[in-house]
């Protein structure tokens, strides 16, 4: 009795264990499949891929590039995530030729800007066919760019508007605005006077100040000189202010803060990157 319990339990074992065997190729069959067929799909992809450490980019991110087979970016994006991007097609992204998306070049007065406009059309068409050709052979394309390429994204907004009946899908990312905020370890939106966060530029800082919001700046080649002495005309001088420069870069990373009476002191003669965010607000005088 015992020895037929013994060889109808070595009976189950083996059959469980065929069964275990064969089920899983079954499943990693169906993954390779699935990925195959993902793989397979056309579609445009507006893809962020952060801001600063390549390691802030988004496991969404890693996924939509791997199933792409054209990558549409910069050189230096390029350089950043080699290892994401070996085996893809690439094209130029032509960044330059955003500006003046839409425009009629023939209707540029001045010469040497007609003659920009023009290269820059050539270069999106170039772009435009590119992309379209790709997408018709069955290819999915993926656009990389960096930080929210929806804040202040211009290079990024005409994508949608240009491809629109491909409707193109945005793969979101880590902006400099969540990486500068992790870096001042401030509540942002906890200020003494308001509770509420305006994000801008210098253009738009005299009517939004009134009731001393705190302000996210975003300084687009503005000179900091420029924008503290307008700042000072808005808020008290005593209103704490805070550069972040190089936020998301772990080496790099820098926090400069002071106030609208001593800023300019502080930061004496230096020329920030574009990659500095200026934040204005009381919620600076927290404490950690």
Sequence with gaps: MIKMCVRQIETWSKTLVFTTFFALIFFQMC???????????????????????????????????NKSDVIVCRKKTRERFAEYLKGKKFLDISLSGWRTYGRDCSRIE??????????????????????????AAGKAVAVLGSGDLLIYGGPYRWYLEEFADLNPRII??????????????????????????????????????KHHPTMVIFTMHTKFRDLVEKLQKLYPLQTPIAVVVYAGYKEKERLIKGRLNTILELVGDEKFPFEHLVYVGDFLDQKS
């Design 110 to 135: 001045d010469k040497e800007k007609r003659i920009t406009c023009e290269q820059n059309s050539k270069k999106r068409t170039k772009l435009i066919s590119g992309i379209r050709s790709a997408i």
């Design 172 to 209: 979101p990312g880590v902006g400099c605005f969540n990486a500068a905020n992790a870096a001042l370890r401030k509540d942002v939106a906890l200020g003494k006077e308001t509770r509420s966060v305006v994000l801008t530029t210098i253009r738009e800082i005299e009517k939004l100040s």
């Design 31 to 65: 993954s390779v499949s699935h990925a195959l067929s993902e793989k397979g799909k056309s579609a445009l992809y507006l893809v962020s891929v952060g801001v600063g450490d390549a390691d802030l980019m988004t496991v969404r991110a890693i996924n939509t590039i």
